[in-house]
């Protein structure tokens, strides 16, 4: 992902929190302006708080995947070892 792709993902997430709260708040409604005024900073400070929480949170996740890995195709169960020897504890054989 490039810095310009994460830095458009948080700020559409910065601007859909920024307008979920000021529909909540009453913004697009005839209630005074000290409501409006409240409304717009508590906007603000959601918008802004979201932006940075998603930048973080996605450019940290971003940092654990290895950009090798994700070309290279997977031809076997991802949970399983690298080894290809069986399970010792796994063969219930009393006798070996």
């Known amino acids: 992902m490039k810095p310009v792709q994460l830095l ?3 700020f559409a997430a910065a601007l859909f929190a920024g307008i979920v709260t000021l529909v909540s708040m009453g ?3 005839h209630g005074g302006e000290e409501k409006v005024q409240a409304a717009v ?4 400070i959601i918008a802004g708080i979201t932006f940075i929480a998603v930048l973080l949170i996605v450019s940290l996740l971003l940092l ?3 950009p090798a890995q994700i070309a290279k195709t997977v031809d076997k169960p991802v949970l399983l070892a690298d080894d290809d ?3 010792a504890a ?5 006798g070996a």
């Open 8 to 10: 458009g993902l948080a």
């Open 27 to 29: 913004f697009f409604q």
């Open 41 to 44: 900073v508590l906007a603000l």
């Open 64 to 66: 654990a995947v290895d």
């Open 85 to 87: 020897e069986p399970d």
């Open 90 to 94: 796994a063969s219930d054989d009393p």
